[in-house]
């Protein structure tokens, strides 16, 4: 079967639009790339104790961090694989990034936006090696608030490659819990080095900080957990979850303080900016009724701050059924897209996380949009011709294109995670589940059960279903082939 699942994955991925292979003369481009000699203008910071965190089997590593404490504060440094260099605008390369503008992580394989000898080596940031990147540098005071920043080129060297379970374990002292050969890898990593210890029990604090000032100002508290399926090299379909922990938060919040240094510096160069921003939510009147099934009353307007205020709530009374509250209150509020936001112009904001000022910079191995905001990074210190890089048609064009495409990689997400689940579940035709309704449309209702985490199309009559409902269904069919798993509705 897992044959017919790789076949599977190829067949969606072409259905949605996506190549599945690099064309000849991309190929060609990334296999004639070569080191850098590293004797470049850029500044030389391989002295720093840069260390990275990110998925166990994760290669192509975008972002490294390193913390310096001061008397009035801290100095945050992100480090940014520098892409562009390996990835010219109007390269065959770069042409071949915008077919696709993302990678895609089907479970079964993954579809890199660029070829493997860039994403996972030359412009990846891995331990022991010398790279270019871009670094964000930000004086941070003492309650969390960027003060100071800059953009600039760099020479870096990671000098520790962690995980998020590794690193979540050894935060919150759960170092004996360690289940999986690489966290106790990782875990040895840790104890053996005392000035990484330091790093990674400062950057959590200061991430914590961070987290809580964000929160303040509205941003969301979700605990969603997510379906990552796999295929064992003996063939096994594994249904794996993933929760977010201390590590990831680590992660995310000084990827977005990053993001938003990133626009602020474009708009202060006079410079436009592509933005990743959430409007108002469409569906609040849904998500009023929600919180008020619960006993908590919303304001009749979209307003950041009360949804937060609902949503720590829930998560303190009833944490076990949290992650179903997180995915109905983000289905409600609706996708994000990428805009591009002339200097001139009022920020836009995103709701979600209450910032106005949000670009998508940190991920240049696996997401278009992050190439552009880095060529517009890097333009800020070139001479006035090469002030704004558009290659292949206007930026707007091109973030009209990152939001379609980055909607259909998360269709083929989803498609091909279902065939991997159907082949999981098909043992199971007959029990029952509870579920919670998670899309409600002239083309059907979906559910999503729990344990685990895998949605599946309603039969029948349940059209008066909407987001958020309760129920409880029985397995009726599965269907690997085309994706599909089919629920009976028991009780709404």
């Given amino acids: 079967m897992t044959s017919n699942l790789h076949i599977i994955a190829r067949r969606i991925m072409k259905e949605h639009g996506f190549r599945v292979d690099f064309p000849p003369e991309a190929a060609a481009q990334a296999e004639q790339a070569e080191s850098p000699s590293f004797q470049g203008p850029e500044t030389d910071l391989t002295h720093l104790f840069w260390s990275s965190i990110d998925n166990d089997d994760s290669r192509d590593l975008d972002q490294i961090e390193y913390l310096q404490t001061e008397a009035n504060g801290m100095r945050l440094y992100v480090a940014i694989a520098n892409v562009d260099h390996f990835v010219p605008a109007d390269s065959p390369l770069d042409k071949t990034a915008q077919q696709n503008t993302t990678s895609i992580y089907t479970g079964v394989e993954t579809f890199p936006m660029l070829p493997l000898r860039l994403s996972t080596d030359l412009s990846s940031l891995l331990e022991g090696k ?18 100071q920043s800059t953009v600039y080129p760099a020479v870096v060297q990671n000098k520790a490659q962690l995980t998020y379970d590794a690193v ?3 935060l919150e002292g759960k170092t004996e819990e360690a289940s999986s050969d690489i966290t106790k890898l990782m875990l040895d990593k840790i104890r053996r080095e005392s000035e990484l210890q330091d790093q990674l029990r400062r950057q959590d604090q200061l991430a914590q900080i961070m987290e809580t000032r964000r929160h303040e ?21 594994r249904l794996n979850v993933h929760r977010s922990n201390r590590a990831t938060q680590l992660i995310e919040n000084f990827m977005i303080v990053a993001n938003q240094t990133s626009a602020a510096f474009l708009k202060g160069k006079n410079l436009p900016c592509i933005k990743r921003i959430v409007r108002t939510p469409k569906r609040w009147d849904k998500i009023v009724e929600v919180a008020k099934e619960r006993g908590f009353t919303l304001p009749a307007q979209p307003e950041a701050k009360s949804l937060q205020q609902f949503l720590k709530d829930q998560q303190r009374k009833d944490p076990e059924q ?36 949000y670009s998508h910079s940190t991920a240049p191995n696996r997401r278009y949009p992050d190439v552009l905001t880095q060529r517009l990074l890097l333009s800020a210190g070139a001479p006035a011709a090469a002030k704004i890089p558009a290659p292949g048609g206007s930026l707007e064009m091109l973030a009209r294109q990152c939001t379609e495409k980055e909607d259909e990689a998360n269709k083929v997400e989803r498609s091909v995670h279902k065939s991997v689940a159907a082949v999981a579940l098909s043992h199971r035709i007959g029990e029952e589940f509870p579920g919670t309704i998670t899309g ?51 009780d709404p």
């Fill in 130 to 147: 010398k790279r270019l990147a871009v670094v964000t540098e930000m004086s941070v005071d003492p309650a969390g608030a960027v003060t």
């Fill in 440 to 490: 409600s449309s002239d083309k059907g209702v979906w559910v999503r059960i729990a344990n685990p985490p895998v949605e599946g199309k309603l039969q029948g009559k349940a059209r008066l279903l909407d987001v958020g409902d309760k129920v409880r269904v029985r397995l009726a069919s599965t269907n690997p082939d085309r994706g599909f798993i089919d629920f009976d509705l028991i």
């Fill in 217 to 237: 100002n509205g941003a969301l508290t979700f605990g969603m957990t997510e379906l990552r399926p796999s295929i064992s090299p003996t063939g096994e379909v």
């Fill in 322 to 357: 949290f992650p179903d509250l997180s995915l109905t209150v983000v289905k409600l509020l609706g996708r994000g897209e990428y805009i591009v936001e002339q200097p001139e112009q009022k920020p836009v904001g995103h709701f979600g996380l209450a910032v106005e000022n």
């Fill in 168 to 170: 979540a374990a050894w």
